[in-house]
Nanobody, 123 residues
């Protein structure tokens, strides 16, 4: 079964950067696509970005973010630049199959996701 362990969250000032990591285990890494979604208190889940092999898709509303992966390390990354207070949320990584990347970002539902990592951006 797919297991995902997210890390890298923390407190950062507006305008700063963070890189989140998600280590994947229990599965052949390239047999799934992976994505990041976030959820802020009182708000709906929001798809941020996803990647399948060398193909990636980032929510246009988060064009400051970049998703990448390192197959050798079974890890997916989310580089977040120019952070804003409205980026404050718990960020989750997820694994999925059988969906177009754009579709997943618009509706980030997955059978497998990790425990999340909190990102707090202060103004």
């Amino acid at each position: 079964e797919v297991q995902l362990q997210a890390s890298g969250g923390g407190l950062v000032q507006a305008g700063g950067s963070l890189t989140l990591s998600c280590v994947v285990s229990g599965v052949v890494f390239d047999s799934y696509a992976y994505g990041w979604f976030r959820q802020a208190p009182g708000k709906e889940r929001e798809g941020v970005a996803c990647i399948s092999g060398r193909t990636e898709y980032v929510n246009p509303a988060q064009s400051r973010f970049t998703i990448s992966s390192d197959n050798a390390k079974n890890t997916v990354f989310l580089q977040m630049n120019s952070l804003k207070p409205e980026d404050t949320a718990i960020y989750y990584c997820a694994a999925f199959r059988g969906r177009l990347l754009r579709q997943w970002v618009s509706n980030p539902v997955s059978k497998y996701w990790g425990q999340g990592t909190l990102v707090t951006v202060s103004s």
